[in-house]
């Protein structure tokens, strides 16, 4: 059964206080693994797509690793504006995307 | 506007009603999907179709079904409404799911 876990659930950071998020996949037939940010209320928004082992790909703050059984989201020197619901989801054999429960980021000033 | 636009934004219904959600995909993508996020619960995937054949099934109850019209425009009708229905409903599209998928901002539905 594919399964998909995020850790932690909740990361509060001071404003400029670098840290790492966690997302650990079994996936059959993986094709790609995406990174989304969703604000309260609204529809999961796109950040990247990984597709090989020892890929990264940078946005702004944010960093997106790969490697056989993780992905990790690397946010450098937060600001305020960061704070969200950040949600990994590999793509499985069917095309769909499998989500995981995402790790609610707060970034305090 | 991430260019899918879903209708309506807010719904507010009984159990044992039925309800339609509407969802237009961004231009040029082929395929929809749909999805259900519940409260405090990730993004559950329902259904996918591609230029109107349904190409995929998730957890999708026998009270829910779908279809997607010709111009690409997609419906997810939910019959005998409970109060765990109540949720968001996500749909998203994308040309060819290796290239990303764009979300829609979602119908929030209300079971009552």
């Known amino acids: 059964e594919d399964q998909v876990t995020q850790s932690p659930e909740a990361l509060r950071l001071q404003e400029g206080e670098s840290s790492s998020l966690n997302c650990s996949y079994t996936v059959s037939g993986l094709r790609g693994l995406f990174w989304y940010r969703q604000d309260p209320g609204k529809g999961p928004e796109f950040l990247f797509t990984?597709?090989?082992a020892g890929e990264e790909k940078e946005k702004e703050r944010l960093k997106a690793t790969l490697t056989k059984k993780e992905s990790f989201l690397h946010i450098t020197a937060p600001k305020p504006e960061d704070s969200a619901t950040y949600l990994c989801a590999p793509g499985g054999s069917q095309g769909n995307l499998i989500f995981g429960k995402g790790t609610k980021l707060s970034v305090k000033p | 506007d991430s260019g899918v636009t879903q209708t309506p934004k807010h719904l507010i219904t009984a159990t044992g009603q039925r309800v339609t959600l509407r969802c237009s995909p961004r231009s040029g993508d082929l395929s929809v999907y749909w999805y259900q996020q519940s409260l405090d619960q990730g993004l559950q995937f329902l259904i996918q179709?591609?230029?109107?054949?349904?190409?995929a099934k998730g957890n999708i109850l026998e009270r829910f079904s779908a279809q997607q019209f010709p111009d690409l425009h997609s419906e997810l009708n939910l019959s005998s409404l409970e109060l765990g229905d109540s949720a968001l409903y996500f749909c998203?599209?994308?040309?060819?799911?290796?290239?990303?998928?764009?979300f829609g901002s979602g119908t929030r539905l209300t079971v009552v």
């Open positions: 998203a599209s994308s040309l060819s799911g290796a290239y990303g998928y764009t």
């Open positions: 179709y591609y230029n109107g054949e349904e190409r």
């Open positions: 990984l597709y090989s």
